[in-house]
């Protein structure tokens, strides 16, 4: 998944300050720091962006008429495009956007592109409203890591507290899985 810009925060600085009792003074900006790393770690780990945003995914032609989009929930699809052009948009359409979006190719609408061409696929995704399960999650992170002392900028990944593995466990998007009858 390939951001188009840089996603707004899930939980803002005033919203966790009230749900963590915050008392004192405060740097902002670290806690700003704090909840967007602890938003893009339950984003990773559920696949449910939590706010709206612009992303883009990356596949390759010839692998069907249907491509499940990896992430949800998903808003609208805004564009396909490969290296010779733009599909039109009478060419795909999403389904099942809350609960298991995918992508439907017209008949023919990838006659001209050649198997393993890459394609571009613009969607919005996210939801109206976060999820309180999963902003909960972020202020649990978030907390801790404050609490700890750890550094954002580090490369080794923070342990998560076991009520949050808990929360973004319940909350994890996975594709449905395809039965086959033998």
Not at 48 to 72: D, K, M, N, S, Y
Not at 140 to 169: K, M
Request: aromatic residues 6%; proline residues 7%.
């Amino acid at each position: 998944m390939i951001l188009a810009e840089i996603p707004p925060l899930g939980v803002s600085v005033e919203a966790y300050k009230r749900a963590s009792h915050w008392e004192g003074d405060a740097d902002n900006s670290r806690i700003e720091a704090c909840l967007a790393a602890a938003q893009s770690a339950v984003e990773t780990a559920t696949r449910r962006p939590l706010t709206l945003r612009r992303v883009r995914f990356e596949t390759a032609a010839g692998q069907g008429r249907r491509w499940w989009v990896p992430v949800a929930p998903a808003r609208e699809l805004l564009g396909v495009t490969w290296s010779d052009g733009e599909l039109g948009a009478d060419a795909a359409r999403l389904l099942f956007a809350d609960s298991e979006p995918q992508i439907l190719f017209s008949d023919g609408a990838l006659a001209g592109v050649p198997d393993g061409a890459p394609l571009s696929i613009t969607l919005s995704v996210g939801p109206d409203i976060v999820p309180p399960t999963l902003a909960q999650a972020v202020i649990l992170i978030a907390r801790d890591w404050l609490e700890a002392g750890i550094a954002i900028e580090t490369v080794e990944s923070p342990r998560i507290a076991f009520g949050a593995r808990a929360l973004i466990r319940q909350a994890r998007y996975r594709r449905p899985g395809i039965w086959c009858r033998r």
